[in-house]
């Protein structure tokens, strides 16, 4: 039965609605940015009188910005590309053999994500600490890759379990190794699930605050997150900054998302049905 018309224009309105409120805490966040500083001092003005980019050069250049994105980037695709390589692994080991306590493990992993970040500071403190790893990217790194993996592991999952496992016994049959079957077969197959679990991972190094927060000291190794947070000043605030610097986070996110968008949402869709 055919959809009346009037429902389909208040759905869309609503839609639209929800959208348009959705969007605009960040549409406010990019206006800001443009601001000049005498914008901010004019009563009543919403809009910028002019796009002023003084803001992203003070940011970029003054603010040390290039150091913290690097720092960021250099901490969000390793963690990305290890928490990746090694969810294809477990995944591929848990569905092809046969693991004594298989769903005991499953669980484990699974329960290690009920612990709330903050209480698991200390731990992380003491542990880096004991291996003098504290202030250094790599000891954060590693942080990162710890409570990210296992989520990682349970996304890939779901669309493992769902793969056509003929296609690897009949490569195997051909005479193709584990490594070429995987490496040939299955990760073209399972790109979607991929997909998502290395979007997820590197949105959750990017965005994370609290660890680098604690485990960074020296300036120079500061994360992006870090580097915003820093311009906010005890009794005053750069808001022209501090906007430039959150449009600028934003951007590698958006233009990751815009290149695996499609094979994002398959994944997920995917990754929530478990075989």
């Not at 300036?219 to 022209?240: A, N, P, V």
Request: hydrophobic share 50%; proline share 4%.
């Amino acid at each position: 039965m055919k959809e009346p018309a009037a429902l389909r224009v208040v759905k869309f309105s609503v839609i639209t609605v929800i959208a348009l409120f959705c969007a605009l805490p960040f549409v406010w966040v990019v206006i800001t940015a443009f601001k000049s500083p005498q914008d901010f001092f004019t009563a009543g003005r919403i809009l910028p009188s002019s796009f002023y980019f003084g803001n992203f050069k003070d940011v970029w250049v003054n603010a040390r910005f290039f150091k913290y994105f690097l720092n960021s980037a250099f901490l969000s695709t390793g963690t990305t590309a290890v928490c990746v390589v090694l969810s294809i692994m477990a995944c591929y080991g848990f569905c092809r053999f046969k693991i004594i306590g298989k769903n005991f493990i499953l669980l484990a992993i699974l329960f290690t994500q009920m612990f709330p970040s903050v209480l698991l500071a200390l731990p992380y403190y003491r542990t880096l600490q004991s291996v003098k790893l504290i202030d250094t990217l790599l000891g954060l790194g590693i942080t990162y890759t710890s409570f990210t993996l296992p989520f990682c592991i349970w996304t890939m999952m779901g669309y493992f379990n769902n793969l056509p496992w003929e296609l690897a016994e009949a490569a195997a049959i051909d005479g193709c190794t584990r490594f070429q079957t995987v490496y040939k077969i299955i990760i073209p197959i399972a790109a979607p699930g991929i997909a998502a679990t290395g979007l997820y991972a590197f949105i959750k190094a990017w965005d994370e605050f609290m660890y680098a927060n604690i485990f960074i000291n020296t300036t120079s190794k500061r994360t992006l997150q870090i580097g915003i947070h820093s311009l906010i000043g005890e009794y005053t605030t750069d808001w022209g900054m501090l906007m430039a610097g959150a449009v600028i986070s934003c951007i590698p996110v958006i233009i990751l998302f815009s290149f695996i968008q499609k094979n994002l949402v398959q994944g997920l869709a995917a990754g929530s049905v478990k075989g």
